[in-house]
């Protein structure tokens, strides 16, 4: 008997690959199924993207601000985002059921270990829920806001705090994102990062620590952390658990990331528990190339690396984007090194793929382990 603990994205995959490799396995999820990237992340993330692209058109089109309240309240907004996940969650419940996986819904102990022969990890990162003493609203509080707030206090600089403050940002809240260092500091190119801040952001940006403060303890601000987790455990490069070889972790627990990688990570524990039964070398856990992708105003996508050696384009109006064009143009850079594209920046849905397909049309086959397209609004992804 085998335990998966966690139902996102790298815990369901484990366990469905697990089954299909004909071994029992136990599901274990505290809160709901689907993990923080349903209920919580990116999904979550999406769907709020879609009625601020919704809204952004509507401004852009008629040349005057509406806000969320125009358009319906966050409360009636948050219902028909649960209402949709729902959905997903009970399909989910279903088709694990006719896997023959049994899920429970309650806390894993590590005192169950010796229940099981092996047991799998995939329970997400630890989260700071204070700054500098002060509660904040973390990932999981969000969807349960049930009024827009009038003025928001984002702090951290990465992927999460700039679509938080995006979205809110374009919902009609006033927003500031407090940063220590550099705003999306992946970003190594400091004038597309310039580009971002000056062109595609729609909220303010201070280092300023003493402002920060005045509005962290200030009443009248809400204030969301959202700053990065830590992963729970440590693994060898089978993403076996240090010092436990019939346990396993997977996904933010390990690493962190994106939903491809924690798919993958938790396919190859599936496998190696499969392998281990059978006497079969284990496998190694490879990443690829790293990509990024920031939802604001314009979407931003970041892959590969960044050099000295690059090409910049400017966009065309179009699907998406049209009434736009005067108003966020978008910068799209292909990186080079030694005569090879090594990475890019693009900032809309059409140039997302456009680098992949340059180097597919170059001669450097990176669809022979294509893998998969996910989300809608993300790049393709690959192992190399």
């Known amino acids: 008997m085998i335990a998966v603990v966690g139902a996102g994205p790298a815990g369901l995959s484990c ?8 071994l029992s396995v136990e599901l274990f999820e505290r809160d709901k199924l689907g993990g923080t990237c349903l209920n919580y992340g990116c999904r979550y993330i999406n769907a709020l993207k879609d009625v601020s692209d919704t809204i952004e058109s509507l401004n852009s089109i008629k040349g005057k601000k509406h806000t969320l309240n125009d358009i319906l309240s966050l409360s009636d ?29 309650k806390e894993f102990k590590e005192e169950y270990e010796k229940d099981y022969d ?7 990162y630890d989260y700071p829920t204070s700054f500098e003493g002060v509660e904040c609203a973390k990932y999981n509080e969000i969807p349960y806001i ?4 009038k003025k928001v206090l984002v702090i951290g600089g990465g992927t999460v705090a700039a679509e938080y403050a995006s979205i809110f940002s374009t919902f009609g809240s006033d927003v500031t994102v407090y940063v220590r260092s550099k705003f999306l500091k992946m970003i190594e190119d400091d004038e597309v990062r310039e580009y971002i801040i000056n062109n595609i952001s729609n909220f303010k940006i201070t280092s300023d620590i003493n402002v920060m403060r005045k509005m962290l303890n200030d009443n009248e601000y809400f204030n969301v952390l959202a700053v ?4 729970k455990y440590k693994t060898n490069e089978f993403l076996q658990v240090d010092g436990k070889n019939n346990v396993y972790a ?3 627990a390990v690493k962190g990331g994106y939903t491809p990688i924690a798919n993958r990570e938790g396919k190859l524990v599936a496998e190696n528990i499969y392998n281990a039964i059978k006497g079969i070398p284990l496998k190694k856990m490879t990443y690829g190339i790293n990509i990024s992708t920031i939802r604001m105003p314009m979407n931003i996508s970041v892959l590969g690396k960044q050099t000295l050696n690059f090409k910049t384009t400017y966009n065309r109006p179009g ?10 143009r978008g910068m799209n850079r292909i990186y080079y090194e030694n005569g090879k594209v090594v990475g890019a920046i693009a900032m809309t849905p059409a140039t997302d793929v456009s680098p992949y397909f340059l180097q597919y049309i170059k001669g450097i086959d990176v669809y022979n382990e294509f893998l998969e397209v996910y989300p809608s609004n993300d790049p393709f992804y690959w192992q190399v």
């Open 250 to 252: 997977c996904g933010d």
């Open 77 to 105: 907004l948050h219902n028909k985002i649960d209402n949709i996940h729902e959905v997903m969650r009970e399909n989910s419940l279903e088709s694990l059921t006719k896997k023959g996986i049994v899920v429970k819904f």
């Open 228 to 231: 990065g987790g830590t992963p």
């Open 146 to 149: 049930r009024k827009l707030p």
């Open 118 to 124: 092996y047991v799998v990890y995939a329970t997400g």
């Open 15 to 22: 366990a469905s690959m697990l089954s299909k490799f004909g």
């Open 319 to 328: 699907s998406g984007y049209y009434f736009k064009k005067s108003e966020k």
